[in-house]
Each structure stands twice: as C-alpha cells, then as structure tokens.
C-alpha cells in the first residue's frame, strides 16, 4: 500500500501502529507521531520513506514515538525525515553496508529536551533513553558530562527484541542537528565540533567508542550542523545515540583493574575499554594508600577503540599493599585510576605498616584483607606490658586506631597486635 500525504498534517496521535508498503510525503506535508504510536514501513529500497515536491516531516520527539523500517538484507542508504516540533528539517541518513539478517528492522526515532524546564535544558542526565545509565564525564567517570552534548539524541535500534537483525548490519551515518538544541547551559555552543558516540548498554559505557564523524558548521545564520561520515561495525553498533564535544567525550572507563599473587609475586592485570593520546600507565604502590612509589611504566596504545588488556608484574611485592594505575596523555596530562589492595600475604593478609607520635596520641594503622579482632598490646623495650585494649575491631582495608599517651616517657617502644594464632608487631618511637 502506498499512502500519499500531498498537503497539510498528517497526525498518528494515540493510534499504537500504522504500517504501509511506502510513505510518500509529499508538498512539506508532516506524519506525527505521538503517544508511543509506530511508523511501520513494510519496503525493503530506499523509497520505501520518499519525500517529493517542497520537501516532507516525520516528528518523533519521543523515545517510544517510533518509525519502523523493514530494510532486511538490502545494502543501501535510507534517509528518515526528521523535523523538529518547531519545524527545523533534520533528516537521519542510515547507509547500510552490510547484509545483517534477511526479515531484519531497524527502529528510528528522535526527542529533545522538551520534557525538562528550559533551564534544565542543558542536562541530558534529566531525559535520557531508557537504556542509557548515565552521562559522565570521560576525565574521571564521576562528572555529569551533559553540558558537553548537544541536547538530543537519536534511537536506531537494530535489535529491537521482536523486529531486529539477529546480526547487526554494517552502516555509515549521517546527523542533522538543530543548533536551537545546543542551550544556554551548555558548555558547547552551536559551532563546537562533535561526534556521534552511541551507549554500549551491555558494558554501561560511553567511552568504549569515542566520538567520530565529520563536523561541519553551517553559517550562523542557518538552523542546523551536520555530523556525517560515522562509519560503525556492526559489532559496535548500539540503539542510543548523541553527540559530543570531540574535546570532551563522554566517559573512557578503566573495564577493570585487579592484582593476584602467583608464587612470590604480584601480577597486576587492567583492560581499557578505549584509549585517545594514551602515552603510557605508571603503576604505582603503597603501604598506606597514602604514600606512593613508582614501580614499573607500560606503555599505552595512543588512540584506540576497543578493548586492550594489560599486565604488569611486582616481583618485590609487599604481604599487604596498594597500587594505583596514573594514565600519561602524550601532551603530558595524567589522570588518576581506583586503587586496589594486592599482596603476598605471609602474615595472613595483615600488616601494622605504621606507628607515630602525634603528641598526644600513639597512633597505629593497620592493613587488613578480612575483618578480625585483635588484643592491643603496648610494651617498653624490655618487654613489659604496659597498656592492653583487649578486643579491638580490624576492619578489611585500612584501620587507624589511637591510643592516648597519658604520662609515657619518651623512648623506644614496642606495640604488638595479638590474635588467636598470629601476632604483629611494630617499634615506635614516643617523643
């Protein structure tokens, strides 16, 4: 069936499907869709969605208001029409370049910030895909990254659960972007270069592929940008979609970071979901997690997307210690990654690594891999006790505990951590 809408609107308002052998739209006539209703367009060639005379407008501006186009197995370009609520055109080109599965989808659709108060514009975190978990920041994964995407994005789902490829297709994309969707709250204005990302929603990730795509500015005077060139493997390839300052991505993320000990040493193993002007990691160690060291350099891969994996070993390992990872960028910037806690644990994963004089306090720390209770014993050089706390909470991790100096005489102590079949002790010196 081919439905023809030669003037005025065509509204699919509260109707939960609307399907078709082709939609032409012809004469800046508009198909709305609204209310969770589907756009279903059974015609496999790229007329299957044709616009003729001045030109025609498909409106989403929802995540569930949605165009469905059955392209199955044909390699070619396919162009949605979008316009906005406030008529800017901004047509979504999809360019097939693989096969995918013969009966496959893919589902488009489009929305803004329109649901949030203007002043909260700028803020995607506030009206993101359902799918999508969140929006930070790529120097540190902690940071609302909004202001630093444009405020839209863009559905193109093929794996949709009853319609989609049972192998997602190769394809190269092309957005329009309405500048009006780039607010006052943002960092970004309307000309910054941007890239499409799209979300990874099996790992959580932004950052496993960083933006791409060719940005060009129109002149000030027009309504939209263009974003094009987006070449995405099928393996890549993920429902939801934005764009984002090239400067400031949403997030890499460290996938994982984590230490064993093999024999007498402590293998250190980390993976990176992708890497940009990544010159090289500085592994770092500690005793306290206060205080670090250098131990070894790996180098980085530059720039990359997918997933590296890399090892380092600490042949001189501590029985309980810390390490921390600093990533180096090629200009010389170095970020910071979580620490976690290794060792070769011959005292039972536990270790007094400091005891000091504050003054007033005799102060203990203690690094535990288990929760456990100890008797603190305080001794003279000659092995007399003179201060017990029997019954004192280690936690897992890292344990301060404080005991006051009362009248002690200035010299050489002894402070011991007594268990049921281990003990610890540490030499402090009270001034």
């Known amino acids: 069936m081919t439905r023809f809408l030669t003037t005025g609107i065509a509204t699919l308002l509260m109707l939960p499907l609307v399907g078709q052998g082709r939609l032409v739209i012809n004469d800046d006539a508009w198909v709305r869709i609204d209310n969770g209703a589907w756009v279903v367009v059974d015609h496999g060639n790229p007329n299957g969605i044709q616009t003729l005379g001045t030109g025609g407008n498909i409106r989403s501006e929802g995540e569930l208001n949605r165009v469905r186009w059955r392209i199955g197995a044909t390699n070619n370009t396919y162009v949605v029409p979008f316009t906005t609520a406030s008529g800017v055109k901004m047509p979504l080109t999809y360019q097939k370049t693989s096969a995918g599965s013969a009966a496959g989808s893919v589902v488009f659709s489009t929305f803004n910030h329109s649901s949030v108060a203007p002043a909260n514009a700028w803020n995607n975190n506030l009206y993101r895909p359902t799918d999508v978990t969140h929006m930070l920041d790529w120097a540190t994964g902690s940071v609302n990254n909004s202001a630093n995407a444009v405020d839209r994005f863009w559905i193109i789902d093929t794996e949709d659960p009853n319609y989609g490829y049972t192998t997602r297709p190769n394809a190269t994309l092309t957005f329009v972007v309405d500048r009006a969707d780039v607010t006052g709250g943002n960092i970004i204005n309307a000309n910054s270069p941007v890239g499409a990302q799209r979300f990874n929603n099996s790992l959580g990730l932004w950052g496993d592929f960083l933006p791409i795509g060719v940005f060009t500015a129109s002149a000030p005077t027009a309504a939209t940008n263009t974003v094009s060139g987006v070449i995405v493997p099928g393996a890549e390839f993920y429902r939801s979609w934005t764009l984002s300052d090239f400067n400031n991505p949403l997030p890499i993320e ?53 997933l590296l994996e890399y090892s380092f070993m600490d042949e001189s390992p501590l029985a309980q210690g810390y390490y921390r990872l600093a990533q180096t960028d090629f200009d010389g910037t170095t970020h910071y990654h979580p620490t976690i806690s290794a060792g070769c644990q011959e005292n039972g994963g536990q270790e007094i690594v400091n005891a000091w004089d504050d003054g007033t306090n005799l102060n203990i720390l203690v690094s535990s891999s288990f929760e456990d209770v100890h008797d603190l014993v305080l001794m003279d050089a000659h092995g007399k006790v003179l201060i017990t706390r029997p019954r004192t909470a280690v936690n897992e991790g890292m344990t301060q505990i404080s005991i006051p100096k009362g009248t002690l005489a200035t010299g050489m102590y002894v402070v011991q951590l007594r268990g049921s079949d281990k003990s610890h002790s540490r030499r402090v010196l009270l001034n």
Do not use: M, Y
Request: proline letters at 2%; one cysteine or more.
């Open 254 to 306: 460290l996938l994982d970071f984590s230490g064993t000990c093999e024999g007498h040493v402590v293998r250190l193993k980390w993976t990176t979901a992708s890497e940009e002007n990544n010159d090289h990691f500085t592994v770092e160690r500690s005793r306290d997690a206060q205080t670090w060291e250098p131990i070894g350099v790996v180098d980085g891969a530059g720039t990359s997307v997918g």
